[in-house]
C-alpha cells in the first residue's frame, strides 16, 4: 500500500475499535466550588476527538461528551473561593504543618491512582496521544507528585533546625504566596498542570485551576478526589473560554501567582491584565523552537534516530521538540535520504494502535497552518523531500521534511508544533549559533559531533543561550529533578521537582536578638508546640 493510500484510509469505522479503547460520551455537568461539587446547568461545550470514524455519511469527528462553559460569574465564585480558603495566610490550609500537607497529597494521589485507566482513555481520545505515551504521562505524573512529596519532606527536615548569628537567632523556612492560578496546555494536559498544581498546594497555596483547551474531560474522574482529599476552597476548578473567563479573575489583582504553560503572546497578555503586576509572580513554560546542529563528523544514524523522535513525538507537539534541523552540507545528503527512509518506517494510524507514533492532532487550525507554512517554504525555494509529505485527511497529517530551508520561511522563525520538519544545510558552524544567537526563543538546542574540541567549543557558547544543550540526544523536559527553564521567550521561572517547590513559595524567617528572655520564649514556643512554622519537629 502506497503512504498515500494509507492517509486516506487512517480512520477506522467505529466497529473496528478495539473493547478495551471504546469510549462513551461523558457530558460533564458539575464543576468544583469551594469544596463542593455543583450541578452546571448553562450552557456546554461540545468535545471532539481529533480521531474521525468513518460511517455512512463518510468521515465523522468522534464526540467525547461535553463540559461547562463558564462565565465571569462562576471563574469569580472560584477566585473568592480560593482567596476565602487562603484567608490572608491564616486559613487552615496554609497554616496546616508540612506534615499533614504531605498526607492530604498523599491521599490525593492514592486516589488518582484508582482512575488510570479512565483517565489515560480520555487522554488518548481527546487529543489523540498515542495509548503508550498518554499511560506514560499518567504515570510519569504520579512519579513526579510522590518524588515533590518526598522532596517537600526533606526541605522540612533541613529547615527544622534553627540557626544563630551574629547574635541573631533565626529559623528559616518557605511560606507559601497565596492563590496560584493554573493552566497547563494541551500537549500534557495532565502533567504539565499538575507539575505547577501539585507543588502550589503543597507549599500551603490555594488554587483556581482550568484545564486547557483540549484535555478538559479528563480531569472529571479526579474532581471527587480533589474534593475528599483537600479542605474546601484549596482547590476549585474552571471550565470555558479562557478570554472570556480568565481576563477578569486576573484583572481583581487578587492572584497572587499565574502558573501558566503556553504562548507568550498569552501570558503577556494575562501579566498586564493584573492591576499590580510586580505583585504577580510568574511560573510560565512558553514558546521554544529548539534547534538540532548535526556536525560533519556526526554518527549520521543516531543523529537520524534522535532527530526523528525529537521531531516527531507526539507529531511533534511538544515544547522540546526539534523545529528545525542544521545540517553540514558534507553529511546532508546522507542525513536526508536515512531521515526520509525513517519516515517512512514510522507507523501511522489510531491512538490504541500499539507502536504508532503519528496520530490525528487535536487542533483543527493546525491543518491549515501546516499547509501554509509549507506553501510559504515552497514559495522561497524549498521543497517537500519525503513522499506525501503534509498530505492531511480530517485532522492526521503526515510528517513533512522540508528542505533547503532559509531565513525568508516562516518556518525558519515560527513554532510549527507539528509534523513538519525544516532542514537547513550550513557551511560554517557560525551560521547556526548565530541562528540560535538570532532566535527570539532559549529553551534548549541539540549537538551532534565527536570531536571533543569542537563540541566543547559550541557547548561554552550554547550554555549562554539557552538553559539546555543536549549532546548527541534530542532535547527533552526529563527527567523531571533536572531544571527545566528557558530564556527570552521561552520561560520565567525553572521547575523540577525541587525548583517547583521553590517558585511557589518564598524564603521566610523568624528571628529574634539571641537574650535569655528571647531564648525562653522560642524554647517554650518548641516544647509547647505552640507554632507550625517555629517548630523543630522533624518529618521522619
Ligand atoms: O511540551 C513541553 C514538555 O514539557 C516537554 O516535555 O520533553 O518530556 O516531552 P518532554
Known amino acids: 500500500m502506497t503512504i498515500s493510500q494509507k492517509i486516506n484510509g487512517i480512520f477506522p469505522a467505529e466497529s473496528e475499535i478495539p473493547g478495551e479503547a471504546r469510549i462513551l460520551p461523558l457530558e460533564q455537568k458539575d464543576y468544583l466550588l469551594d469544596g463542593k461539587i455543583r ?8 468535545v471532539l476527538s481529533p ?11 468522534k464526540r467525547l461528551g461535553s463540559y461547562p462553559l463558564m462565565t465571569e460569574k462562576e471563574a469569580l465564585e472560584a477566585l473568592d473561593a480560593a482567596v476565602k480558603a487562603y484567608d490572608e495566610g491564616k486559613g487552615r490550609w496554609p497554616t496546616l504543618s508540612v506534615e499533614a500537607r504531605a498526607a492530604h497529597v498523599e491521599e490525593f494521589v492514592y486516589r488518582m491512582k484508582e482512575k488510570r485507566a479512565e483517565i489515560v482513555n480520555l487522554l488518548m481520545w481527546e487529543i489523540g496521544k498515542s495509548l503508550e505515551d498518554s499511560r506514560k504521562e499518567f504515570d ?5 507528585i510522590v518524588d515533590t512529596v518526598n522532596a517537600l519532606k526533606d526541605l522540612d527536615r533541613t529547615s527544622s533546625r534553627l540557626s544563630i548569628t551574629q547574635g541573631v537567632i533565626a529559623q528559616i523556612k518557605r511560606a507559601p504566596l497565596g492563590v496560584v492560578l493554573c493552566m497547563g ?3 500534557y494536559p495532565l502533567n504539565e498542570t499538575f507539575t505547577t498544581l501539585i507543588p502550589a498546594i503543597l507549599m500551603g497555596n490555594t488554587v483556581v485551576f482550568k484545564p486547557p483547551k483540549y484535555g478538559v474531560l479528563l480531569h472529571r474522574p479526579l474532581l471527587e478526589a480533589f474534593r475528599d482529599s483537600f479542605p474546601k476552597g484549596v482547590v476549585n476548578t474552571l471550565y470555558g473560554a479562557g478570554r472570556e473567563i480568565i481576563g477578569p479573575v486576573m484583572k481583581t489583582g487578587k492572584v497572587d501567582v499565574l502558573a501558566f504553560i503556553g504562548s507568550s503572546k498569552v501570558a503577556d497578555i494575562l501579566k498586564q491584565q493584573h492591576p499590580k503586576p510586580h505583585r504577580l509572580r510568574c511560573v510560565l513554560g512558553l514558546d521554544a523552537k529548539n534547534a538540532g546542529i548535526i556536525l560533519p563528523d556526526a554518527d549520521i544514524d543516531l543523529a537520524v534516530s534522535e532527530s526523528l523522535t525529537g521531531a516527531l513525538s507526539y507529531n511533534g507537539q511538544r515544547c522540546t521538540a526539534l523545529k528545525i534541523l542544521f545540517v553540514h552540507r558534507s553529511v546532508l545528503k546522507e542525513f536526508t535520504k536515512k531521515l526520509v527512509t525513517a519516515i517512512e518506517n514510522v507507523k501511522l494510524g489510531m491512538p490504541w494502535e500499539p507502536e504508532v507514533k503519528i496520530t490525528p492532532l487535536p487542533e483543527d487550525e493546525k491543518i491549515p497552518y501546516l499547509a501554509e507554512i509549507i506553501t510559504d517554504a515552497k514559495k522561497h525555494g524549498a521543497k517537500v523531500i519525503n513522499e506525501s509529505g503534509g498530505l492531511a485527511n480530517g485532522n492526521f497529517v503526515y510528517p513533512a521534511v522540508i528542505y533547503p530551508v532559509n531565513k525568508k520561511m516562516r518556518l525558519w522563525r515560527e513554532e510549527q508544533f ?13 551560521e547556526p549559533l548565530k541562528y540560535v544567537v538570532d ?15 569542537k563540541i ?6 550554547l550554555v549562554n543561550q539557552v538553559c539546555r544543550v543536549n549532546i548527541n540526544s534530542q532535547c527533552q523536559r526529563g527527567p523531571d529533578i533536572f531544571p527545566f527553564t528557558g530564556r527570552k521567550d521561552s520561560a520565567e521561572g525553572t521547575l523540577s521537582v525541587s525548583d517547583a517547590l521553590r517558585v511557589f513559595s518564598i524564603r521566610t524567617l523568624v528571628a529574634a536578638k539571641d537574650s535569655d528572655a528571647n531564648k525562653k520564649l522560642i524554647r517554650d514556643i518548641l516544647r ?3 507554632s507550625k512554622f517555629l517548630s523543630t519537629d522533624f518529618i521522619l
Open 140 to 144: 510519569r505524573t504520579v512519579e513526579y
Open 51 to 61: 480521531v474521525s470514524l468513518r460511517g455512512k455519511n463518510g468521515l465523522e469527528r
Open 39 to 46: 450541578a452546571w446547568l448553562g450552557p456546554v461545550h461540545e
Open 185 to 187: 496546555p494541551y500537549n
Open 456 to 461: 566543547a567549543a559550541m557547548l561554552d557558547t
Open 528 to 530: 509547647n508546640r505552640k
Open 418 to 430: 507539528g509534523p513538519v520538519i525544516p532542514v537547513a544545510p550550513f557551511d560554517n558552524i557560525k
Open 439 to 453: 532566535s527570539n526563543f532559549g529553551q534548549q538546542v541539540s549537538v551532534f559531533g565527536r570531536d571533543m574540541d
